[in-house]
């Protein structure tokens, strides 16, 4: 099972920096690439960034591209997702999500992973 669990998570103002992290104590997760979404308020969930597996490439929606960076502490098996800047557009229910098989044609599709954290919403308040 995956967990996202966001610290100092729930309302902050905008311009404000928030770090989400994602564990799961039944995988190891150097063996799995993670990737998080989001859901914003009556809009479809959506891709926002992705870690590999293998080299800790990462990737990132352009809407939060120099904002957002994710990475992994192996020995903590966690992988965490650094939000700066925060924006009212940001506001949303943050999932993370992992995936065994992963290519870059495909991080972007949910059906990619293999399995997915219950989320944890932020608002960003202005």
């Known amino acids: 099972e995956v967990a996202a669990a966001g610290v100092w998570g729930g309302l902050v103002q905008a311009g404000s920096s928030l770090r989400l992290s994602c564990a799961a104590p039944?995988?190891?997760?150097?063996?799995?690439?993670v990737g998080w979404f989001r859901q914003a308020p009556g809009k479809e969930r959506e891709f926002v960034a992705c870690?590999?597996?293998?080299?800790?490439?990462?990737y990132y929606t352009d809407s939060v591209k120099g904002r957002f960076t994710t990475s992994r502490d192996s020995a903590k098996n966690t992988v965490y997702l650094q939000m700066n800047s925060l924006k009212p557009e940001d506001t949303a229910v943050y999932y993370c999500a992992a995936g065994s098989r992963m290519i870059l044609g495909v991080i972007r599709r949910e059906d990619a992973y293999d399995y997915w954290g219950q989320g944890t919403l932020v608002t960003v308040s202005s």
């Open positions: 039944g995988l190891t997760f150097s063996t799995y690439s």
């Open positions: 870690i590999f597996r293998s080299g800790g490439r990462t």
